[in-house]
């Protein structure tokens, strides 16, 4: 009778308990680094659009603004269609890009 490892029974993989779990531990702090920083890279986007607004307010451009606003939506929706095709492979790219130019011409 063949006992399976400890390590299939747990779940586990082998080549983790031989390299360690050191590995997983940067792999997670790393993900959590790059999604620290891309919210940070937002929150400095809105903030330079929410400037950009106000100077146009102050310069009386109010109905240029409307636009300026549906443009910039327009293309942020592009920018995040793409970087999801792109992270889901380059075979979704195709679909997906027609999916958000779909959804761009309906806004």
Do not use: Y
């Not at 080549?15 to 790059?34: I, L, S, Y």
């Amino acid at each position: 009778m063949h006992r399976d490892p400890p390590s299939s029974r747990l779940g586990l993989k082998l080549k983790d308990f031989v390299t360690g779990f050191h590995k997983g531990k940067k792999k997670r702090r790393k993900e959590a680094q790059k999604q620290q920083e891309e919210s940070l890279r937002r929150k400095r986007i809105e903030a330079r659009k929410k400037r950009k607004l106000e100077e146009m307010m102050v310069a009386g451009n109010a109905e240029e603004t409307e636009d300026v606003e549906a443009e910039v939506k327009k293309s942020e929706r592009v920018a995040l269609c793409l970087i999801q095709g792109d992270q889901q492979g380059s075979r979704h790219l195709r679909r997906r890009l027609w999916f958000c130019h779909s959804v761009v011409k309906q806004v």
